[in-house]
């Protein structure tokens, strides 16, 4: 490979809560492990590979230039924008004024929600729902209502429309958030999976907001339809949100974007984004945009893809063949496990939380699912090299998942 997903990466000491966060959020992050074991990081949801050289370059050459005052984004930002969704997405006629800044997915999702609804008012959201979500909606007032995700014959997570159709129905819900590869099962919807939901939507009169944060890391054939694409009347009343963080591990300089090409959407949002003046670009992160949003960072996510693909493929198989009665579906994007451990559980009279401890001791630092409405969940990010991926999971085999407790 061209690019560099083998090396291991020293990230102590370099601001990354994955490493240096252990045992400082009580009931959110792993504790640190016991004396003998290192910290294979598998909770937070960032990468553990060194991005895009691209974007240092750009960052950096930036930076040469020492004045950081007020700017605006240039046409390069957009242009990059647009260019990166025609040839990933497949998306024609996006243009730079559908465009819109967001500090963070999150913030972009809960302006959308305050232009849409009242404090109080009832949200539609699957579960499993990520944890992001479920703090936001609750720390500003409004309230979820589940639609759980079930599994067919084959094992794959599906929408169940006839309990999303009676929930939009009876609950006066004028709003939904829709996660586009799902976070945390990772389906990748396929179009008329999409097609069927934003049919609902529309007989309801009821807004989406997508979170597409994931769309570029699907694994091979799989590809992400934006939810805006499946027809005139979903390009209208859907609020998307992209940013290039999970893509190139970018989380820690901050920058999303919203695309809405409803005039009238996109106006309120905008102003509602706008109102506490700190929703403001940092010229950084345009930069950094700039640099992965480049040829070279088409080229190192195809190599990304790969190793995720890799990664997962192991990980499922080792599962399958090795831990008896813990169940996992191999997730079709994200670079995320959502993984079962009930009839292990029950099995052995054990609880998630012992589960979880027996793994934090031995230095694999997963995450609680119970956060993503998983009741026997653990949650794992296989953004690791290779080696780390079969070490973390010879460690499970060994202290873990073994039958003598």
């Known amino acids: 490979m061209k690019y560099d997903f083998t090396s291991i990466m020293d990230r102590r000491g370099k601001d990354a809560i994955a490493i240096d966060g252990l045992g ?36 950096i050459k930036r930076v040469e230039h020492p004045a950081y005052g007020y700017f605006d984004a240039t046409d390069t930002y957009y242009d990059s924008i647009i260019r990166w969704h025609e040839e990933q997405n497949h998306v024609t006629g996006l243009e730079k004024e559908c465009i819109g800044y967001e500090n963070g997915v999150l913030g972009g999702v809960i302006s959308a929600l305050n232009v849409l609804c009242s404090k109080g008012d009832k949200v539609l959201i699957h579960t499993p729902t990520y944890i992001g979500f479920t703090m936001s909606l609750t720390n500003n007032g409004y309230d979820m209502v589940h639609s759980p995700l079930k599994k067919d014959e084959e ?32 389906r990748v919807w396929e179009r008329w999976e999409l097609e069927k939901a934003m049919e609902l939507f529309k007989k309801y009169d009821v807004y989406v907001i997508s979170d597409e944060i994931w769309s570029d890391l699907t694994l091979p054939n799989h590809q992400h339809i934006p939810t805006q694409s499946v027809s005139e009347d979903a390009r209208m009343r859907t609020v998307a949100l992209y940013a290039p963080s999970k893509t190139f591990n970018l989380a820690g300089l901050i920058g999303s974007y919203h695309i809405i090409y409803n005039s009238w959407l996109r106006d309120r949002v905008e102003k509602e984004s706008s109102l506490c003046h700190y929703n403001d670009m940092n010229v950084l992160s345009m930069h950094a945009l700039i640099g ?63 589960v979880e401890k027996k793994a934090w001791e031995v230095g694999v630092a997963v995450q609680d699912g119970r ?35």
């Open 24 to 59: 400082t959020r009580p009931g959110f992050a792993p504790e640190p492990p016991k004396e003998g074991f290192d910290i294979i990081p598998m909770w937070v949801a960032d990468m553990n590979f060194p991005t895009v050289p691209t974007i240092p370059e750009t960052i």
């Open 292 to 354: 992965a949003y480049k040829e070279e960072g088409k080229e190192w996510l195809k190599e990304l893809r790969e190793v995720m693909e890799e990664n997962i493929t192991y990980a499922c198989e080792f599962i399958k063949t090795e831990f008896k009665g813990v169940e996992v579906t191999k997730p079709e994007g994200t670079y995320m496990l959502f993984i079962d451990c009930e009839k292990w559980c029950k099995e052995q009279n054990i609880t998630i939380e012992e």
């Open 155 to 186: 094992g794959i997570w599906r929408m169940d429309y006839e309990d999303m159709e009676e929930k939009l129905k009876t609950e006066k819900i004028h709003a939904a958030i829709f996660c586009s590869p799902h976070n945390p099962c990772g």
């Open 371 to 405: 956060m993503f409405h998983g009741d026997y969940a653990i949650r794992m990010n296989l953004a690791l090299p290779l080696s780390r991926v079969k070490e973390a999971f010879e460690r499970l085999k060994t202290y873990v998942f073994c039958e003598e407790q």
